[in-house]
């Protein structure tokens, strides 16, 4: 018996569903943001992210020394400390990556930075799930994708 595998375009049928119901439920039913507001958020959020990758970066090293220091100590302790320290090592790196590499994107409003910041929100959203961290993936992910998609049409092919 074979078990199914998921295809890309699955997956990017589920993104393209989760979009819509997000566009329907976050621009058309809730309320909208004033004009000027959105336009400030549009401007300043290159700035914000470029703030938020250089401050991530001695994070992550730190992250990674200490890591390595207390290595030894976790592994004969026999905890799962590691296993969700390398969980957030590997968040905090696939976030870092997406958003530097939006940058430039979102200076130049292009929809495809658009999508990037979106999949680290969702990113983020799945971080906190796997840490049962409810309060940040209810309120943070709710509060991220509203602002998100308060500012999406802003941004074009």
Do not use: C
Not at 28 to 38: D, G, H, S, T
Not at 100 to 111: D, Q, T, V, Y
């Amino acid at each position: 018996m074979t078990t199914p595998t998921k295809s890309p375009t699955d997956v990017k049928t589920a993104v393209n569903s989760l979009d819509s119901f997000l566009e329907l439920y976050l621009v058309k039913k809730a309320p909208a943001l004033p004009e000027k507001v959105r336009e400030f958020i549009v401007k300043v959020s290159p700035y914000l992210s470029i703030i938020a990758v250089v401050f991530s970066i001695p994070g992550l090293l730190l992250l990674l020394g200490l890591s390595t220091l207390f290595a030894p100590a976790v592994l004969l302790s026999g905890s799962q400390f590691g296993f969700s320290n390398i969980l957030n090592i590997v968040f905090l790196v696939v976030t870092l990556v997406l958003e530097g590499m939006a940058i430039p994107g979102l200076f130049a409003r292009k929809l495809s930075a658009w999508k990037l910041i979106f999949y680290v929100a969702l990113i983020n959203a799945v971080d906190a799930l796997l840490h049962f961290n409810l309060v940040s993936l209810i309120i943070g992910t709710a509060i991220s994708l509203y602002f998100l998609y308060q500012i999406k049409s802003y941004y074009k092919n």
